[in-house]
């Protein structure tokens, strides 16, 4: 390692991320360094604009690509994440004009928005995605899991009767099949403030009246999750899968058998987009106002990122595309 290597170089290069991404990701940061040292000292011009988003650190990559390409010396776009729900929190305060999501908006957010006055939110699909079970590895005795044995890894309930008539939390291996190490399972993930942990528990827990247990290394940062979990052989986590499949030469995506008779499926570009990859596959958002929507800049930016190229790189951070429909009923939704 060359003594000039970023603190991004480091975390990049431990977590697998391309070199791509993270250009991309320096650029945003060193953009949003900049400006926030010009605006503290008053040099910036009335004549250049800003577009600020926050959010979830699954849309991250998709949006912070966005603003790589299309921020020029006048036209800056700040992008930042601090989970789903977090950047609805700032949303609703104003702070922000965009806001990245993996799960739609609550209207419990709705009401607190309204109440601050910010009024007429539009939510406009960027892609989909495929929440992905990775292990360690060096994890050579599971390749898949059924929808039942995720319930009870993650579940905080202990009763017999847990997930389904299944079993409570189990903490070793050996508990969900004999053959496998008697060794304690590690379990990462998301935060609560983050959109993935909804969805998650959403479609892994809530089906079977489960809740989450409070035993496990959480993180808004997908990133810090990749790292905890190559440097763990009994580590086990969930984020989405633009950083799972960034990631394949330190972790292995698990295969999900949902019990309706198709057995395990892995996620992939495919099976996310025809729905076999059930029930993790979600759809990604981005979240505008009427107040965000009357400034040309966020216009132009959002019709940039429908755009061709917009849409090539949504594809090159490994997410999936929307097809041509799907693209001109969100372009529909940009005022002229």
């Known amino acids: ?127 989909y995605d495929g929440l992905s079970v990775v292990v360690n590895k060096n994890n050579n005795w599971v390749d898949s899991l059924t929808v039942r044995q995720l319930c009870r890894i993650w579940t905080a309930n202990t009763s017999a009767d847990a997930c389904d008539g299944t079993g409570g939390h189990v903490t070793r291996w050996v508990e969900l099949n004999a053959t496998w190490p008697d060794r304690e399972i590690d379990l990462y993930g998301p935060g609560t ?32 999750l990749v790292q905890a979990i190559a440097a763990d052989q009994d580590g086990l986590g969930y984020f989405g899968y633009a950083y799972a499949i960034a990631n ?36 990604l958002f981005v979240y505008a106002n009427s107040k965000s929507l009357g400034r040309p800049i966020v216009r132009d930016f959002l019709r940039f990122g429908y755009s061709t190229r917009g849409l090539e790189i949504v594809g090159d951070t490994g997410y999936v595309t929307l097809t041509a429909i799907e693209v001109s009923e969100q372009v529909a939704k940009i005022p002229p």
Do not use: H
């Open 1 to 127: 390692m060359s003594a000039e290597e970023t603190s991004i170089e480091k975390g990049a290069r431990r977590g697998g991320i391309s070199r791509t991404a993270v250009a991309i990701i320096a650029a945003v940061v060193i953009v949003a360094a900049l400006i926030g040292v010009a605006w503290a000292a008053g040099w910036l011009s009335p004549q250049i604009e800003f577009v600020r988003i926050d959010g979830s650190s699954t849309v991250f990559p998709i949006t912070s690509g966005w603003a790589a390409e299309f921020s020029t010396g006048q036209r800056q776009v700040v992008v930042g994440f601090s989970g789903t729900g977090g950047g609805f929190q700032k949303f609703c305060r104003g702070e922000t004009d965009l806001s990245g999501a993996s799960r739609p908006i609550k209207q419990s957010e709705i009401d607190t928005c309204t109440q601050n006055g910010v009024t007429g939110i539009v939510e406009f699909l960027v892609a």
């Open 193 to 224: 403030d983050s959109g993935t942990f909804d969805y998650f528990v959403e479609v892994i827990l809530t089906p079977f009246d489960q809740d989450i247990t409070a035993d496990f290394f959480p993180s808004e940062d997908d990133n810090v």
């Open 248 to 283: 394949t030469a330190t972790l292995n995506l698990l295969a999900i058998d949902n019990e309706q008779g198709a057995g395990p499926i892995l996620p992939s570009e495919e099976t996310i987009k025809d729905g076999r990859y059930a029930p993790l596959s979600r759809p």
